[in-house]
Each structure stands twice: as C-alpha cells, then as structure tokens.
T-cell receptor
C-alpha cells in the first residue's frame, strides 16, 4: 500500500514565524488531506488537496502530484497553531486514507 | 450540533470485556469511517460504511466489528479486550463514499486495565 512520510517530525517556532511542513507519498494519489490535531485531541480538516494550491487565511497548501509531495505553509504562526499536523492520502479507488506520523508543532509566545 | 458526535468520550474497562462505541455522522453524510489512534501505531483506518453497507476494511481485528444502522449512526463493538486495545477511537463522516473532506468526531478514549 501507499506510504506517507512527513517531515520534520518536530518543529519549534516563535510566535510570528513562518513554517513549511512536507508530506511525501510513495505512489500516485487521488486523495490528499491535511489535518490539525489540537492539544485536546480534536482532529480538524484543514485542506482536501489532491493537486494544486489552496489558501485559507494564514494557511496554504500545495500538492505536486506528479512529484509525489505536498506542502503545508503556516504564516505568522500563533500559539493556537500548536499541535500535530497530519497528512493523509489514498490511491485511486481506495477509501483507505493512510496517515503519516505527523509533525508536532510548538509555537512559543 | 451539526458535526460528528461520538459517545462516550471516555471508557475504562477491564481485559476480556466487551464495549460499544457509538457515532452519529454529520447530517447528510452517508459514509462513516472508524480510525484507531495509538502511540505506537499512529492513526490507522479500521472500517468504512456507506449508506448501511460495509465499503472498505482496513486493519480491523477479528475481535472488532461494526455496523451502520438505517438512521446512519454507527457502532463499533470491541470484544475480548486486551491491554493493547487502549487507544483513542475516532469516527469520521463524509458526504460520499470517497473519503473526501473527512469530518472527525472528538473521539472515544478507551482505557483497558
């Protein structure tokens, strides 16, 4: 099955800094999503982005399907951005979203 | 609440016991997905139901079973519980069967003692 790898595993920032999180996947995908798990455990869907670029406020994501990677950009980070960011992907005809191990982001005031 | 509702939020039980986790999908969503999150395995897909029918199966143990009822709520049954079953169990829903834009519930934290 498809493999999903995320980097870096841990990231510590000062409030106001920008960051880029990367997700590599081993095969072509037709479904790619980014999630944020907050410190209380809630999983929030940030983007459904199997290809192209999307923006939502301070967050944006780009998926280059032909090169098998996706990037999540966080600008002007805030302490509320802390948590774990997961990338999840599935291949054509499969509903089995495979999650990466996540990037743990800590934003300090 | 128009989101995904999971009950109970916390469950503490003993080895060998059986428990049932409940999930109500977002209004209008036909698909329900169950995921298990543990420290060693991460987030793992267990099973998906679409409009009452099993649609996809993942790493679900034979001791575990699920169903989706006519009103679209779903239950995950875990039996002969072992210490290693302790985990956070999530339910998610989507409008279609293609796992697009999953909306997750707040999860059930299961502790097996």
């Amino acid at each position: 099955g498809i493999q999903v790898e995320q980097s870096p595993p841990d990231l510590i920032l000062q409030e106001g800094a920008n960051s880029t999180l990367r997700c590599n996947f081993s095969d072509s995908v037709n479904n790619l999503q980014w999630f944020h798990q907050n410190p209380w455990g809630q999983l929030i869907n940030l983007f459904y982005i199997p290809s192209g670029t999307k923006q939502n406020g301070r967050l944006s994501a780009t998926t280059v399907a032909t090169e098998r990677y996706s990037l999540l950009y966080i600008s002007s980070s805030q302490t509320t951005d802390s948590g774990v960011y997961f990338c999840a992907a599935s291949q054509g005809g499969s509903e089995k979203l495979v999650f990466g191990k996540g990037t743990k982001l800590t934003v300090n005031p | 609440d128009s989101g995904v509702t999971q009950t109970p939020k916390h469950l503490i039980t003993a080895t060998g016991q059986r428990v049932t986790l409940r999930c109500s999908p977002r209004s209008g969503d036909l698909s329900v997905y169950w995921y298990q999150q543990s420290l060693d395995q991460g987030l793992q897909f267990l099973i998906q139901y679409y409009n009452g029918e099993e649609r996809a199966k993942g790493n679900i143990l034979e001791r575990f079973s699920a169903q989706q009822f006519p009103d679209l709520h779903s239950e995950l049954n875990l039996s002969s519980l072992e210490l290693g079953d302790s985990a956070l169990y999530f339910c998610a829903s989507s409008v279609s069967g293609g796992a697009e834009k999953l909306l997750f519930g707040s999860g059930t934290q299961l502790s097996v003692l």
